[in-house]
């Protein structure tokens, strides 16, 4: 289950344009919280804390995982180690994981975009 497909979501990719103040910008719009960046849409995601990223976390992920073939993680200021169950996990299904701060996650994110890369990312908001 991928969560409500009739949730309010952004209907394709596009570049992270700004992040800071608890949310991020894209596509000439503004979203408060964090946000699952996948190949075909941009969905709000209510992780706060890396800690909470687990497999039901990134369900969207798994269930999109033929369309990905790397998942950034942008953990917010602090550095997080994801569990080994969870990166054998997405081994499993082929998405390569990298976890990172969240800046350079969409930095890196954007590159990756713009290079038509196969890439999606779960990015915590920052303040």
Known sequence: MAGD???PHFP???????????GFAFAGMS?????LCLPDAIWAWDVTDPQKIDRYSLDRVFTAANSI???LIGTGTGVWLP???LR???KAVRVVLDTM????????Y??????????AAALIAVS
């Open 110 to 119: 954007n590159i990756m975009i713009g290079e038509r890369r196969r890439v």
């Open 31 to 35: 979203h408060r919280g964090s946000l």
């Open 88 to 90: 054998q996990a997405l």
């Open 69 to 71: 073939d790397t998942l």
């Open 101 to 108: 701060q969240t800046g350079p996650a969409v930095r890196t």
């Open 83 to 85: 569990p080994p169950a």
């Open 12 to 22: 394709r990719s596009a570049p992270i344009e700004a992040y800071g103040k608890g």
């Open 5 to 7: 497909p009739n949730a």
